[in-house]
């Protein structure tokens, strides 16, 4: 699966800037660095484009959205090279109507209200690239069940538990958690943090606040990703919980009360929040939820992975955990959607980087992904349980790189405490501990040589999806490190 072509690009990553070399698709079944896109799934053909075609690439949803709607907050991604400053300053003359919100956190693209005079003008202009709804995607744990608890239990079935025993702990590596912020004073992650950040958009005309320490847009340092911020608390009760219970998977360590390490312990933790608090009703109950809710622009997850990409090196990052998202389900990569594919060309940055983009499939039990996870340059997890069997809410399918476990899961949440989540939010982290464990164990490898081996150490899982039958890996950390050399730990 979409190794041979990004096998030959990281060696030339070794002396240039990965700029230079885009990422290609990590998924066999993906358009190719020159091959025609393939079809987003349940939308029919898309339309091939000539090389003569400059324009921007256009959802017919967005489209049809800014008829309906008048304007919509979308992202306007940039050709390389391109300013960002002019563009914004030229749409901000092409319509009353239309409003430049954010320009100033990217050199790549920027967010604006987009109405139908603006289109008109953005279908013109030869210096964008695309132009994104900027979707907001949810954070969505699942109630836990009455199967066994806890990271004892999780950690003993993918046998990172005793990959850490032989030495495999991820010392060196970092995991950054893009997710809605962090308890850094909790006794399971205390020390872990490395670096924080947070990227979280208000926008008075939905009645989004930000969810940042300085309640500004963006922030950076320590503190900067608290997930004990006033604004996070409802009705006594942090709704912030999601961040600090996924870190502790991919990277906690052993602490009064905990069940038991996480999958990495020795590895760091950068915390990045990237959502946002809806106060809106309307907004909340059209995206089934009731307010507050808290949910995640897809611009502040382009700036979180921008800024993941600046200190990748400085603090050896191994994988990003995205335990976040919705649509779809696609059956294929959605490289060619613009409705699904805002976050490519910062995943296509972060694996020439080196970093691995693992991504939660999504709970809805279908035989497909939900963006982001359809990217083909994700690593797109789904959840299995404690005896090795799919769970019934697990999304599936070939699109799904990895299975890890996702039930009642037992991890830190903030306050000091742990609770019980499950979905695919609780395996993918699994995955991204494991990507650190593998970042200490075989430091030369790439994000596609990394995930070729998961797959052919994991225990294959065998199920239906659709029509067809699929076999898929569940990953095994004790497996993955077994061939490798002390003299990397």
């Known amino acids: 699966m979409r190794l041979r072509s990004l096998l030959a690009c990281a060696a030339v990553l070794v002396t240039t800037s990965a700029a230079l070399c885009p990422a290609p698709a990590l998924r066999a079944d993906a358009r190719g660095p020159s091959g025609p896109p393939v079809p987003p799934d349940g939308s029919g053909a898309v339309r091939t484009r000539s090389k003569e075609a400059l324009g921007p690439v256009i959802s ?281 594919s805002a976050l490519k060309p910062e995943f296509d940055v972060l694996a020439g980087l080196g970093v691995a983009a693992v991504v939660a499939a999504g709970n809805d039990g279908s035989a497909g992904v939900a963006a982001p996870a359809c990217i083909s340059t994700a690593v797109a997890v789904g959840a299995s349980d404690a005896r090795d069997e799919l769970t019934p809410f697990t999304n599936r399918g070939p699109l799904v790189d990895l299975f890890a476990p996702g039930v009642a899961i037992r991890s830190s949440v903030p306050g000091g405490t742990y609770e019980e989540k499950s979905g695919t939010s609780m395996a993918a982290p699994h995955v991204a501990g494991v990507f650190a464990l593998m970042r200490q164990a075989y430091p030369g490898f790439s994000v596609a040589q990394t995930l070729e081996r998961l797959k052919t150490t994991g225990r294959g899982l065998r199920y239906p999806a659709g029509r067809t039958t699929v076999t898929t890996a569940r990953v095994d950390a004790e497996q993955a490190t077994a061939t490798a050399t002390r003299s990397a730990a």
């Open 60 to 340: 017919d949803a967005l489209v049809k959205e800014i008829q309906a709607k008048t304007r919509v907050r979308s992202i306007i991604q940039l050709k390389p090279g391109e300013n960002v400053r002019a563009v914004a300053n030229d749409i901000e003359e092409a319509s009353e109507g239309g409003r430049v919100l954010k320009a100033n956190g990217s050199p790549n693209f920027f967010v604006a209200e987009v109405d139908q005079r603006t289109l008109a003008e953005l279908r013109k202009d030869h210096r964008v690239q695309a132009v994104y709804k900027d979707e907001l995607s949810a954070a969505t744990p699942l109630n836990a069940s009455a199967l066994p608890p806890g990271l004892d239990v999780s950690t003993d079935v993918i046998g990172s538990n005793r990959a850490n025993a032989a030495g495999w702990t991820g010392r060196g590596a970092t995991v950054a958690v893009l997710d809605t912020g962090i308890d850094r004073d909790h006794p399971f992650l205390a020390g872990r943090v490395v670096g924080e950040a947070c990227f979280s958009s208000a926008d008075p005309g939905n009645g989004t606040v930000s969810l940042c320490p300085n309640r500004r847009p963006s922030q950076t340092g320590a503190g900067a990703a608290d997930a004990k911020t006033a604004q996070c608390v409802v009705n006594s009760v942090n709704a912030c919980s999601h961040g600090s219970h996924v870190a502790g998977i991919a990277a906690g360590r052993l602490a009064a009360g905990a069940p038991s390490d996480g999958v990495a312990p020795g590895a760091g933790i950068l915390a990045v929040q990237v959502f946002s608090r809806l106060d809106n009703p309307l907004v909340c109950t059209a995206l089934g939820g009731r307010a507050p809710c808290f949910l995640s622009y897809a611009s502040d997850q382009k700036l979180a992975l921008e800024y993941v990409a600046r200190v990748a090196k400085s603090h050896n990052v191994a994988a990003v955990n995205m335990s976040l998202g919705g649509g779809g389900p696609f059956t294929r990569a959605c490289d060619a959607d613009p409705a699904a």
